[in-house]
């Protein structure tokens, strides 16, 4: 089992293109499933059954584990096995037809547009309010995530035509719009960028030293800037990318062109804003409908 996890590591690491995150996942789930084999004396990966697995997803979410979780790691464990078939050194998949519990679906946090707009609209005092005011301006217009945008260079903006190129998950890549208020934000940060980090950094957000920014202060600058600008909660980067789906459909009400946009691999993970959308359009409904109207 070890060197089996240890060969499948190696091969997601150097030929599937994995990134390390997805690779570091795998490795905790792929340990946390031999422990459990050594627990039940199961020693030979060729003598593994279905049952066992079936038995393996069920003991971790009596645990206490998520059915997200849990359905993590029947991801993670068809995908070692299809690679030790594929090898074969297995003839069949135990995993095949093991289910996770069922994932309650939540709907995504948005902000409405008023909202956006009061956290946008950051006085431009010093240098770190360009730089973040530019981040933000950059997360509505384009819908990034926010390792994407972490790990933005500058040669993949276009501010003349106002794109960029974005290397998402699965190392797809996708060319998207970025609007006026965003390109004016970012050749207003790009002189400063130029003057304190020099033409040698490569990545567009950085400290004043010019030492990129990560994933955690950019979560911390957004947090930073909703307080301060007044809004009643904490916003994350991902409810900006939220936001920026949930306000194209609205207004579009074009599922796919919003797929496109956000690089979803699968229409079926963009289908979760029909709902938000419905959900806006049944408040709507509720409220001035003649025959929906509550009584006051």
Known sequence: MESAVTAFLDHAADEAGLSPATIDAYRRDLERFAAWCGEHDVEEIETLSTADV????????????????????????????????????IAGDPSQGVRAPKVRRKLPEVLDID???????????????????????????????????????WDRLDLSE????????????????VGRHAVRALERWRGIHASTAGTDQAGIFTSLKGR??????????????????GLDQNVHPHQLRHSFASHILESSGDLRAVQELLGHANLTTTQIYTHLDFQHLAKVYDETHPRAKKKS
């Not at 979780?69 to 995908?79: A, E, I, N, P, T």
């Not at 707009?117 to 819908?143: H, K, Q, V």
């Not at 106002?162 to 719009?177: I, S, T, Y």
């Not at 990129?212 to 600008?229: C, H, M, T």
């Open 54 to 89: 079936r038995s393996f997803a069920a003991g971790e979410h009596r645990r206490g584990l998520s059915p997200r979780s849990v359905q993590r790691r029947l991801s993670g464990l068809r995908r070692f096995f299809r690679y030790l078939r594929r090898e074969r050194v």
């Open 115 to 153: 909202q956006v707009l009061a956290l946008l609209n950051i006085p431009e005092e010093d240098e770190l309010a360009t730089r973040d005011r530019a981040m933000l301006e950059l997360f509505y217009a384009s819908g990034l995530r926010v390792s994407e945008l972490a790990g933005l260079t």
């Open 162 to 177: 106002g794109l960029v190129r974005v290397l998402g998950k699965g190392r797809r890549e996708r060319v998207v719009p």
């Open 212 to 229: 990129p920014l990560g994933v955690r202060a950019i979560q911390k600058r957004v947090a930073y800037w909703s307080q301060r600008q």
